[in-house]
């Protein structure tokens, strides 16, 4: 495997790690109403479905292929699809993933980010934290300006895409010798997974943990007084008498 953070990485809770964080916060106050007042999601999600595919495009051109990071594995390369998707068209399976795993997994990313830079520092700070606030947002726009509640069933499928991708990096990392999904060792900056004892532990515990919160935040959910926005909808005209 090739060594990741040859040119460092982005040390957690200094200044740019912190002015993220006020940055993602004070978006999310910013564009709840405006969401919900204007309902610019659809374009928002393309944008966030079209700067992934540029910027997994990018990661596989020559001199910045990596083996263990150029490949869309890891669960935040999923999650920007399916927020893209439940941006676009508001499909249920996708909204439900979207708020569940954005304002956990993602918000780790957060909280926690393992930035390893590799060639370019500023561009890839740039991209991790565009990727990782867009799908927060994306997430916080669902709940609070559309009323989006996962329920029960929305839990179910959260958990059912999450072990089957992780089902997927195992594999993947079994035949690659790669880490994605941090499902053969923990990150290289510090997270809560450092908590959760040693491989294959950690992994159990993170999904006893994550079943547990996403139905608790499931829960809490349904209990906001968020009236329900539909999907746009074009008017059609009425055919003239």
């Not at 040390?11 to 910013?30: C, D, K, N, R, W």
Request: charged content about 10%.
């Amino acid at each position: 495997m090739e060594n990741p953070g040859d040119l460092g990485a982005m040390p957690q809770y200094g200044f740019e790690h912190i002015s993220m964080l006020i940055t993602a916060v004070v978006l999310a106050i910013l564009v709840v109403p405006i969401a919900r007042r204007f309902n610019f999601a659809p374009a928002f999600g393309w944008v966030i479905l079209i700067a992934t595919l540029l910027w997994n495009l990018w990661n596989f051109m020559p001199g910045y292929y990596t083996l263990d990071q150029s490949w869309p594995f890891h669960f935040s390369d999923a999650l920007r699809i399916i927020a893209a998707i439940a941006l676009i068209n508001r499909a249920r399976w996708a909204v439900s993933v979207t708020i569940l795993w954005g304002t956990t997994i993602n918000l780790m990313s957060l909280l926690t980010p393992d930035v390893q830079y590799l060639q370019i520092p500023w561009l890839e700070f740039v991209m991790y934290w565009f990727m990782h606030i867009s799908v927060f947002l994306a997430a916080m726009i669902l709940i609070f300006s559309f009323g989006e509640k996962p329920g029960l069933s929305g839990v179910v499928t959260s958990v059912a895409v999450a072990i089957s991708w992780g089902i997927m990096c195992l594999i993947v990392n079994a035949f690659l010798g790669t880490n994605y999904g941090y499902l053969f060792t923990e990150p290289e900056s510090a997270s809560i997974l450092d908590l959760l004892g040693g491989w294959p532990f950690y992994i159990v515990a993170e999904v006893l943990i994550l079943c547990a919160v996403w139905a608790l935040w499931s829960y809490l959910i349904g209990k906001l007084p968020i009236t329900y926005r539909p999907a746009y909808r074009p008017k059609t005209r009425k055919a003239a008498a």
